[in-house]
């Protein structure tokens, strides 16, 4: 019945609308004409860039098939106020063919941030439909459509609200926003909710320029006219089209849009050389990917046209003056009469590591371009990728905010677009430019496509531009396939882009002009650059605004990789106002220095144009220029850009530009990260140290804290500045407390106690003798800076991931932070030097050097130190009384830390392979000090054999503590210690240990646990490594006394190491029995109690660090099924794969395991297949089992993700079993109904 009465309304508006427009007279307004100017804001076209909110009532459903051009448009928001709308309205007719997400007014009224809500609700990506008067489907009430009056009540303000969002100048710009209200029907109450939000938007606005307002007819129009009149004193008349029908409307406005440079229906290669379409919709699903069809460039709407001949130059001019190689670069170089796309001798070889794809054996695979910036690389990518996009389904990663997780999800989704239940899928190529975590990505795909995986195929190629300094290098340290580029070009090179340039003559004006071709063609010589910018830069005003803009752009693009300034600031910064109406151009403003310059678009949080240099070292030479002719300071041009209020108000770009400054002043350079060397500071901090001294350093960072009052790292960096170059100790500590308080992380604790640290250094080194009264201040400072380290510790396991959707954040690696245990050590390494300085312990008497010893292991008390009658050393005895329960806990607490490092070093590995430089640096830090530790506190062999010659008898526990002593030497004293012998190889040292481990355990009174758990450990190294000795204890034997300790622990402690062996030494035969129903029966329980345990002592490191399977199941009994990895990477590195990875991969490289053991192919090794045991298995609900006799079922779990399909199908399934501190994990994932 509502229906039919909505009917007989709208036939009697339509005629009584029809009576009075045949009584009215001729249009003479013009209105086609006035719907094309304001809908274009002055322009001929219907421009892409033009951000849309559309503002609208209930339409009728007759008049729908006349909104086509809403599917037409850029839409950025509609403000719907038809609760229907989404079942037979206008959502509904735009949806069956658009994304459009359905959201209410209050999801933009929250706490987070712009960036962050642009994020959740996806704008600028898709179609955000906001129902702003409920929905008439909803089941809550809170969300169904209200009366007027409770509208009023309860809705406007959030109207309101998202109103001053939406107009927000760092959500959308001003001038490329264009509002439509298209009103199908009259509006005849002063408090109706649409003319709410036409109120809220024209005071947000301030004004109606940005409106165009589309009413049914006259009748709908005076309404809503003298509405608007009553409400805002404002004549909306010019702004209104009303005497054009809904299908004039449409014509127009589709006849006018921009032509589309993209073919109208593109296509995806799919599995036999066959082709699917990819629609409209399923491409706005995919938000993050630039995805290249089969058909790009093909039949476009451009070609069409008379404006192709300029849009083919324009396009060819803003790549080779240095833009972002697109498609169509490529497309045009192919028609008829060009000459080929320069192919890059690097070509081959990057196209050979990709293709053929048979000899793929992991279902996602990395391979790396590493490359020096500004030389091509990721144009030579992109070349690769176009010649390969009717073999691969090709996309590029155009999101570089984006997150991993959504990544995956959208290449799945790319995966197996058009396809439905297929046997197999066409592969993805994806690129990905500079992307800092790309294992995590690769480990994201494989979770998100693990349903669709079929063994031993490929899915996904990651094709990772990485800009390095020093490419060659990295690509001699990368563990990953890899090619590299240099900027430099080979004779071949050279010559073909000397005959491009004779063609470019040809068919542009000024090729020479194309100044990124022309440096390249000039092989990136320093000379031309360096005349090319005393000549453009001759006549240059540093002091006019267009000269600042200039220098702050130089400044940005020399130093930040990448970094660029909104289009829209740099013209508000030299006076253009309105540039969108006006005729004024920032290139016009700008000349002739505008040449070295380009604009591009840009897609992160919001879309927009911005501007950058056109090259990298064309910008370091303006510097150059700047800083030497024009005597310009780097510090001076860098206060500059702090001081500038209009570069961080509100504004498209505002927070990376904001992240880019920050960088630019914070981040300093690593070897690993493809830096060509490491710095204390910014490269920029670092220059004007060089340049202008520690002065200049200090104000630009002090000018920076004020400027970002709310940012921590300032602080800590002007911290550092005052300690490691000022000696400046009070304004270190000043500062680093001034950081504690705006963010008290690990980085920053440990920065508080590198300040007091410093300071302890110092006074040290400037002491002429060691007094009491310099004693007591350098051990007040060192217990200063040891609480500040261990602060760093305990932080280090609380430190937050970062925000999924903070930007400035985005690139950092998910680390665990042990720098606390490092400083910790040091400080204690320095006081231990300290003590050895004091007089009465006099090094030379072996008598004093005991007692100092007996001292800090806490063995002797200061109080037994008053022998004496010198004053000067009662007054040193003073003082180490004062801090003795400091002084004594440091021997403790230096072999906790050795523990940490030994366990932190063997157990876990990094996640990624391509950052293990920094642990490495750790490594031998570590290392070190412990040689260090040793020295002081174990005998010297040659003093152990005169202590034993003058003492021919030591008692048992005199004995066992020398054998301590030993083993703690041979870092031999710890069950991770012991792991690390399985890669020395040398078979009688670890039988000199064994003994000594057997001497503890037979002869300790007291029989301790970790002892116990060591002796059998030793055991099994030994039979790893020298099967042949005698010394070693039958299986049976070590199987009894590690059921003793487990029957002893219990199952609910924290004894890792202890459910380990049991792993190792009870695991189940392939007969699938119980050996012993005693003995064996608590296996699955033991599991459990380790992973738990585990858990309890690492789950903090996990986002950084994976487990280390140190043995694999084999097929022999007792001991010598345990086969340790060494002897796989032996078998490995002895003949090379007899699977290989890859056929162009392993041809120019000896072969490398980690690669094999990446990709899965070391499981087609045929002497690892003879030599482990494949255990068969079950998946349920997405785990892994192994079931044995007695109702015994073990949880193993996947090495890699995307090994177990998801759908929680009960398969059965094999694998290889591999034994980790965490569990046993299962490789080579095999499902037995595929074989």
């Given at each position: 019945?509502?229906?039919?009465?909505?009917?007989?309304?709208?036939?009697?508006?339509?005629?009584?609308?029809?009576?009075?427009?045949?009584?009215?007279?001729?249009?003479?307004?013009?209105?086609?004409?006035?719907?094309?100017?304001?809908?274009?804001?002055?322009?001929?076209?219907?421009?892409?860039?033009?951000?849309?909110?559309?503002?609208?009532?209930?339409?009728?459903?007759?008049?729908?098939?006349?909104?086509?051009?809403?599917?037409?448009?850029?839409?950025?928001?509609?403000?719907?106020?038809?609760?229907?709308?989404?079942?037979?309205?206008?959502?509904?007719?735009?949806?069956?063919?658009?994304?459009?997400?359905?959201?209410?007014?209050?999801?933009?009224?929250?706490?987070?941030?712009?960036?962050?809500?642009?994020?959740?609700?996806?704008?600028?990506?898709?179609?955000?439909?906001?129902?702003?008067?409920?929905?008439?489907?909803?089941?809550?009430?809170?969300?169904?459509?209200?009366?007027?009056?409770?509208?009023?009540?309860?809705?406007?303000?959030?109207?309101?609200?998202?109103?001053?969002?939406?107009?927000?100048?760092?959500?959308?710009?001003?001038?490329?926003?264009?509002?439509?209200?298209?009103?199908?029907?009259?509006?005849?109450?002063?408090?109706?909710?649409?003319?709410?939000?036409?109120?809220?938007?024209?005071?947000?606005?301030?004004?109606?320029?940005?409106?165009?307002?589309?009413?049914?007819?006259?009748?709908?129009?005076?309404?809503?006219?003298?509405?608007?009149?009553?409400?805002?004193?404002?004549?909306?008349?010019?702004?209104?089209?009303?005497?054009?029908?809904?299908?004039?409307?449409?014509?127009?406005?589709?006849?006018?849009?921009?032509?589309?440079?993209?073919?109208?229906?593109?296509?995806?290669?799919?599995?036999?050389?066959?082709?699917?379409?990819?629609?409209?919709?399923?491409?706005?699903?995919?938000?993050?990917?630039?995805?290249?069809?089969?058909?790009?460039?093909?039949?476009?709407?451009?070609?069409?046209?008379?404006?192709?001949?300029?849009?083919?130059?324009?396009?060819?001019?803003?790549?080779?003056?240095?833009?972002?190689?697109?498609?169509?670069?490529?497309?045009?170089?192919?028609?008829?009469?060009?000459?080929?796309?320069?192919?890059?001798?690097?070509?081959?070889?990057?196209?050979?590591?990709?293709?053929?794809?048979?000899?793929?054996?992991?279902?996602?695979?990395?391979?790396?371009?590493?490359?020096?910036?500004?030389?091509?690389?990721?144009?030579?990518?992109?070349?690769?990728?176009?010649?390969?996009?009717?073999?691969?389904?090709?996309?590029?990663?155009?999101?570089?905010?984006?997150?991993?997780?959504?990544?995956?999800?959208?290449?799945?989704?790319?995966?197996?677009?058009?396809?439905?239940?297929?046997?197999?899928?066409?592969?993805?190529?994806?690129?990905?430019?500079?992307?800092?975590?790309?294992?995590?990505?690769?480990?994201?795909?494989?979770?998100?496509?693990?349903?669709?995986?079929?063994?031993?195929?490929?899915?996904?190629?990651?094709?990772?531009?990485?800009?390095?300094?020093?490419?060659?290098?990295?690509?001699?340290?990368?563990?990953?396939?890899?090619?590299?580029?240099?900027?430099?070009?080979?004779?071949?090179?050279?010559?073909?882009?000397?005959?491009?340039?004779?063609?470019?003559?040809?068919?542009?004006?000024?090729?020479?002009?194309?100044?990124?071709?022309?440096?390249?063609?000039?092989?990136?010589?320093?000379?031309?650059?360096?005349?090319?910018?005393?000549?453009?830069?001759?006549?240059?005003?540093?002091?006019?605004?267009?000269?600042?803009?200039?220098?702050?752009?130089?400044?940005?693009?020399?130093?930040?990789?990448?970094?660029?300034?909104?289009?829209?600031?740099?013209?508000?910064?030299?006076?253009?106002?309105?540039?969108?109406?006006?005729?004024?151009?920032?290139?016009?403003?700008?000349?002739?220095?505008?040449?070295?310059?380009?604009?591009?678009?840009?897609?992160?949080?919001?879309?927009?144009?911005?501007?950058?240099?056109?090259?990298?070292?064309?910008?370091?030479?303006?510097?150059?220029?700047?800083?030497?002719?024009?005597?310009?300071?780097?510090?001076?041009?860098?206060?500059?850009?702090?001081?500038?209020?209009?570069?961080?108000?509100?504004?498209?770009?505002?927070?990376?530009?904001?992240?880019?400054?920050?960088?630019?002043?914070?981040?300093?350079?690593?070897?690993?990260?493809?830096?060509?060397?490491?710095?204390?500071?910014?490269?920029?901090?670092?220059?004007?140290?060089?340049?202008?001294?520690?002065?200049?350093?200090?104000?630009?960072?002090?000018?920076?804290?004020?400027?970002?009052?709310?940012?921590?790292?300032?602080?800590?960096?002007?911290?550092?500045?005052?300690?490691?170059?000022?000696?400046?100790?009070?304004?270190?500590?000043?500062?680093?407390?001034?950081?504690?308080?705006?963010?008290?992380?690990?980085?920053?604790?440990?920065?508080?106690?590198?300040?007091?640290?410093?300071?302890?250094?110092?006074?040290?080194?400037?002491?002429?003798?060691?007094?009491?009264?310099?004693?007591?201040?350098?051990?007040?400072?060192?217990?200063?800076?040891?609480?500040?380290?261990?602060?760093?510790?305990?932080?280090?396991?609380?430190?937050?991931?970062?925000?999924?959707?903070?930007?400035?954040?985005?690139?950092?690696?998910?680390?665990?932070?042990?720098?606390?245990?490092?400083?910790?050590m040091e400080v204690s390494m320095i006081v231990f030097d300290i003590i050895k300085?004091?007089?009465?312990?006099?090094?030379?008497?072996?008598?004093?050097?005991?007692?100092?010893?007996?001292?800090?292991?806490?063995?002797?008390?200061?109080?037994?130190?008053?022998?004496?009658?010198?004053?000067?050393?009662?007054?040193?005895?003073?003082?180490?009384?004062?801090?003795?329960?400091?002084?004594?806990?440091?021997?403790?607490?230096?072999?906790?830390?050795?523990?940490?490092?030994?366990?932190?070093?063997?157990?876990?590995?990094?996640?990624?392979?391509?950052?293990?430089?920094?642990?490495?640096?750790?490594?031998?830090?570590?290392?070190?000090?412990?040689?260090?530790?040793?020295?002081?506190?174990?005998?010297?062999?040659?003093?152990?054999?005169?202590?034993?010659?003058?003492?021919?008898?030591?008692?048992?526990?005199?004995?066992?503590?020398?054998?301590?002593?030993?083993?703690?030497?041979?870092?031999?004293?710890?069950?991770?210690?012991?792991?690390?012998?399985?890669?020395?190889?040398?078979?009688?040292?670890?039988?000199?240990?064994?003994?000594?481990?057997?001497?503890?355990?037979?002869?300790?009174?007291?029989?301790?646990?970790?002892?116990?758990?060591?002796?059998?450990?030793?055991?099994?190294?030994?039979?790893?490594?020298?099967?042949?000795?005698?010394?070693?204890?039958?299986?049976?034997?070590?199987?009894?006394?590690?059921?003793?300790?487990?029957?002893?622990?219990?199952?609910?402690?924290?004894?890792?190491?202890?459910?380990?062996?049991?792993?190792?030494?009870?695991?189940?035969?392939?007969?699938?029995?119980?050996?012993?129903?005693?003995?064996?029966?608590?296996?699955?329980?033991?599991?459990?109690?380790?992973?738990?345990?585990?858990?309890?002592?690492?789950?903090?490191?996990?986002?950084?660090?994976?487990?280390?399977?140190?043995?694999?199941?084999?097929?022999?009994?007792?001991?010598?099924?345990?086969?340790?990895?060494?002897?796989?990477?032996?078998?490995?590195?002895?003949?090379?794969?007899?699977?290989?990875?890859?056929?162009?991969?392993?041809?120019?490289?000896?072969?490398?395991?980690?690669?094999?053991?990446?990709?899965?192919?070391?499981?087609?090794?045929?002497?690892?297949?003879?030599?482990?045991?494949?255990?068969?298995?079950?998946?349920?609900?997405?785990?892994?089992?192994?079931?044995?006799?007695?109702?015994?079922?073990?949880?193993?779990?996947?090495?890699?993700?995307?090994?177990?399909?998801?759908?929680?199908?009960?398969?059965?399934?094999?694998?290889?079993?591999g034994f980790t501190m965490e569990g046993p994990v299962a490789y080579d994932i095999?499902?037995?109904?595929?074989?």
């Open positions: 019945m509502r229906g039919l009465t909505d009917e007989v309304k709208y036939w009697s508006s339509a005629r009584k609308s029809k009576e009075e427009s045949n009584c009215q007279l001729p249009n003479q307004n013009h209105q086609g004409q006035r719907l094309k100017q304001l809908i274009t804001h002055g322009r001929d076209t219907l421009e892409n860039s033009l951000q849309v909110i559309v503002v609208t009532n209930k339409c009728h459903p007759s008049q729908l098939e006349h909104l086509g051009f809403l599917k037409e448009m850029k839409l950025f928001a509609v403000l719907e106020f038809d609760p229907e709308s989404d079942m037979n309205g206008t959502c509904s007719f735009y949806r069956a063919d658009r994304i459009a997400n359905l959201h209410y007014p209050r999801m933009y009224n929250t706490n987070d941030s712009v960036s962050t809500v642009i994020g959740k609700l996806n704008l600028f990506k898709q179609t955000s439909w906001v129902f702003c008067n409920g929905r008439a489907n909803e089941v809550s009430e809170a969300d169904r459509p209200f009366t007027t009056s409770e509208w009023l009540k309860k809705r406007a303000g959030e109207i309101s609200d998202m109103v001053s969002f939406l107009c927000n100048p760092d959500v959308l710009s001003k001038d490329r926003l264009l509002v439509v209200f298209m009103l199908h029907s009259g509006v005849t109450d002063i408090s109706s909710p649409i003319l709410e939000a036409f109120c809220a938007i024209y005071r947000t606005l301030e004004g109606e320029d940005n409106m165009l307002c589309i009413c049914k007819d006259s009748n709908v129009f005076s309404q809503w006219r003298d509405m608007i009149n009553t409400r805002c004193k404002v004549d909306i008349t010019s702004k209104c089209i009303y005497e054009l029908s809904l299908n004039e409307i449409d014509c127009t406005i589709r006849k006018i849009k921009e032509p589309q440079t993209r073919s109208s229906r593109r296509y995806l290669p799919s599995s036999g050389s066959s082709s699917v379409l990819l629609t409209q919709k399923d491409e706005e699903l995919m938000t993050v990917l630039d995805i290249l069809s089969e058909n790009e460039c093909e039949n476009t709407e451009i070609e069409t046209k008379d404006t192709f001949e300029e849009f083919k130059t324009n396009t060819e001019e803003d790549f080779y003056r240095g833009g972002q190689v697109t498609w169509w670069n490529f497309y045009l170089s192919e028609r008829p009469g060009c000459l080929p796309f320069i192919k890059r001798d690097k070509y081959e070889d990057l196209h050979n590591l990709i293709t053929p794809t048979e000899g793929y054996t992991s279902p996602c695979i990395i391979i790396n371009l590493f490359h020096h910036p500004g030389c091509g690389g990721t144009t030579l990518a992109m070349h690769v990728l176009w010649n390969l996009r009717c073999k691969f389904r090709c996309a590029v990663l155009k999101n570089t905010i984006a997150q991993n997780s959504e990544i995956a999800v959208q290449v799945t989704h790319l995966l197996t677009c058009g396809k439905e239940k297929q046997l197999s899928y066409t592969p993805v190529l994806l690129l990905v430019d500079n992307w800092e975590d790309v294992e995590d990505l690769q480990r994201c795909i494989l979770s998100a496509a693990n349903e669709k995986k079929k063994p031993e195929t490929l899915m996904v190629i990651i094709l990772n531009c990485e800009r390095s300094q020093i490419p060659a290098v990295s690509s001699r340290n990368s563990r990953l396939d890899n090619v590299f580029m240099i900027n430099k070009l080979s004779t071949k090179e050279q010559s073909f882009f000397e005959v491009k340039l004779k063609e470019l003559k040809g068919h542009h004006q000024k090729p020479e002009t194309f100044y990124a071709f022309m440096i390249m063609t000039n092989n990136f010589s320093e000379k031309y650059i360096e005349n090319l910018v005393h000549n453009t830069l001759k006549d240059l005003d540093t002091s006019r605004k267009e000269g600042q803009l200039f220098s702050l752009l130089a400044l940005l693009n020399t130093y930040v990789n990448g970094s660029y300034m909104a289009l829209s600031l740099c013209e508000e910064f030299v006076g253009i106002r309105n540039a969108l109406w006006g005729k004024e151009t920032l290139e016009d403003k700008m000349n002739p220095y505008s040449t070295l310059l380009i604009h591009f678009n840009i897609e992160e949080h919001g879309t927009y144009q911005a501007v950058r240099f056109l090259h990298q070292m064309i910008a370091s030479n303006c510097l150059k220029v700047l800083t030497g002719k024009h005597k310009l300071h780097l510090g001076e041009i860098t206060t500059n850009l702090l001081h500038c209020d209009l570069l961080y108000k509100s504004g498209m770009g505002k927070d990376i530009l904001v992240q880019n400054i920050q960088s630019m002043l914070i981040t300093r350079q690593r070897k690993e990260l493809g830096h060509d060397k490491d710095t204390l500071f910014s490269p920029l901090i670092e220059d004007i140290q060089t340049d202008e001294g520690i002065s200049q350093i200090k104000e630009v960072l002090v000018r920076a804290t004020k400027r970002f009052d709310k940012n921590a790292t300032l602080p800590q960096a002007l911290a550092r500045h005052f300690y490691l170059k000022e000696k400046d100790y009070i304004s270190a500590l000043q500062w680093a407390k001034d950081a504690q308080q705006k963010m008290y992380n690990s980085y920053i604790a440990d920065t508080l106690g590198q300040v007091y640290k410093s300071h302890l250094k110092y006074e040290i080194e400037h002491a002429e003798e060691l007094t009491p009264e310099g004693l007591d201040k350098c051990l007040k400072l060192a217990f200063q800076a040891t609480k500040a380290f261990r602060d760093s510790q305990e932080l280090a396991k609380k430190d937050e991931p970062m925000d999924s959707l903070d930007l400035a954040n985005r690139k950092r690696q998910r680390t665990y932070n042990t720098s606390g245990y490092v400083g910790e300085d004091i007089p009465f312990f006099n090094k030379s008497d072996a008598l004093q050097r005991d007692k100092m010893l007996q001292f800090l292991k806490n063995h002797l008390p200061v109080s037994d130190f008053h022998e004496t009658t010198n004053s000067t050393n009662d007054q040193f005895i003073a003082v180490l009384a004062d801090h003795e329960k400091f002084l004594v806990s440091l021997k403790p607490r230096l072999k906790e830390m050795f523990s940490f490092f030994e366990n932190y070093f063997t157990y876990l590995k990094p996640r990624s392979i391509e950052k293990e430089t920094a642990e490495d640096r750790n490594k031998r830090k570590v290392s070190g000090h412990f040689k260090k530790y040793i020295h002081i506190f174990c005998s010297s062999g040659e003093e152990r054999t005169s202590e034993r010659a003058s003492k021919p008898k030591l008692s048992i526990r005199q004995e066992i503590e020398e054998q301590r002593n030993y083993l703690e030497q041979k870092r031999a004293d710890s069950f991770a210690g012991l792991l690390q012998y399985l890669n020395e190889k040398n078979g009688n040292q670890i039988e000199l240990i064994l003994k000594k481990w057997q001497f503890i355990v037979q002869n300790s009174t007291r029989k301790l646990m970790a002892d116990r758990i060591n002796f059998i450990l030793a055991n099994i190294v030994l039979h790893c490594i020298k099967q042949s000795s005698t010394l070693l204890k039958r299986y049976e034997e070590l199987v009894s006394l590690l059921n003793e300790a487990l029957q002893e622990e219990g199952t609910h402690s924290n004894c890792t190491e202890l459910y380990y062996l049991s792993m190792l030494l009870m695991w189940p035969r392939r007969e699938n029995l119980l050996e012993s129903t005693t003995m064996f029966k608590n296996i699955g329980t033991y599991v459990t109690s380790s992973k738990k345990s585990f858990h309890r002592r690492f789950s903090h490191m996990f986002p950084a660090k994976t487990c280390i399977a140190h043995f694999y199941l084999g097929k022999s009994r007792g001991l010598r099924r345990i086969i340790h990895k060494g002897k796989l990477d032996h078998l490995l590195y002895k003949e090379g794969p007899k699977t290989s990875h890859k056929k162009a991969s392993s041809k120019d490289r000896p072969p490398n395991p980690h690669q094999l053991w990446q990709s899965g192919a070391i499981w087609r090794d045929p002497e690892i297949q003879n030599l482990l045991l494949r255990v068969k298995g079950k998946t349920e609900n997405g785990d892994i089992y192994v079931y044995y006799g007695g109702n015994l079922k073990i949880s193993v779990r996947p090495v890699y993700l995307g090994g177990v399909r998801s759908g929680c199908s009960t398969e059965e399934v094999s694998f290889y079993l095999k499902y037995e109904n595929d074989q």
